[in-house]
């Protein structure tokens, strides 16, 4: 079965302070991976997909790398804006649609 | 703008109640994925559609059916909620991952907050 698995669950910073999420995964063969953000009460906003080892993607303040193991979600001198649960999901070579996603992690950035 | 809608953001309902979710989606995608997630949790998936085939993920209760009468929409019924089926329940959709070399963008709805009392 598919594994994900995020850290920190919660992570503070202050507003221009960098820092990355890690996303660890267990998948029998990778199609994708995914990140997304999800703010309070509203459904998830894509913003990432990574397909192999080495892939790189940036939005705005927001980097998201990917390994064999695993990904992170670099962001880079955040803003109060940028608070929100970032999830990561994988999708598995021998699933055409299915996501498994982690329980993400909680980013509340201080002014 | 395209976009999935979910209808209603709020719902309240009585334990063993019948309850009907709804979505809706100007992306005219093939797929159309309904999830539940609790609180702090990873969101789940229940069932998706394949246009109009229907595929149910082997551990989602009986308790919960879907329908999908056309391309645009897609219903959540939940026959007999109990309380641990109070949730957010998210719809969401996608191109035809076999035609787009296996790409399977989700894109989310905004929830449906279901309660149960």
């Known amino acids: 079965e598919d594994q994900v698995t995020q850290s920190p669950e919660a992570l503070r910073l202050q507003e221009g302070e960098s820092s990355s999420l890690n996303c660890s995964y267990t998948v029998s063969g990778l199609r994708g991976l995914f990140w997304y953000r999800q703010d309070p009460g509203k459904g998830p906003e894509f913003l990432f997909t990574l397909y192999s080892a080495g892939e790189e993607k940036e939005k705005e303040r927001l980097k998201a790398t990917l390994t064999k193991k695993e990904s992170f979600l670099h962001i880079t001198a955040p803003k109060p804006e940028d608070s929100a649960t970032y999830l990561c999901a994988v999708q598995a070579s021998s699933n055409d649609y299915k996501l498994s996603f982690g329980a993400g992690t909680t980013v509340t950035v201080r002014a | 703008d395209a976009m999935v809608i979910q209808n209603p953001r709020y719902q309240v309902t009585q334990f063993g109640k019948p309850v009907t979710l709804s979505c809706s989606q100007t992306?005219?995608?093939?797929?159309m994925y309904w999830y539940q997630q609790k609180s702090s949790q990873a969101p789940k998936l229940l069932f998706h559609y394949y246009d109009k085939d229907f595929n149910n993920e082997a551990d989602t209760p009986d308790n919960f059916q879907s329908r999908r009468p056309n391309t645009s929409f897609c219903f959540l019924d939940i026959r007999s909620p109990g309380l641990g089926d109070a949730a957010m329940y998210l719809c969401?959709?996608?191109?035809?991952?076999?035609?787009?070399?296996?790409?399977?963008?989700?894109?989310f709805g905004p929830g449906t907050r279901l309660t149960v009392l």
């Open positions: 969401a959709t996608s191109r035809d991952p076999l035609m787009v070399a296996g790409y399977n963008e989700q894109f």
């Open positions: 992306l005219n995608h093939n797929v």
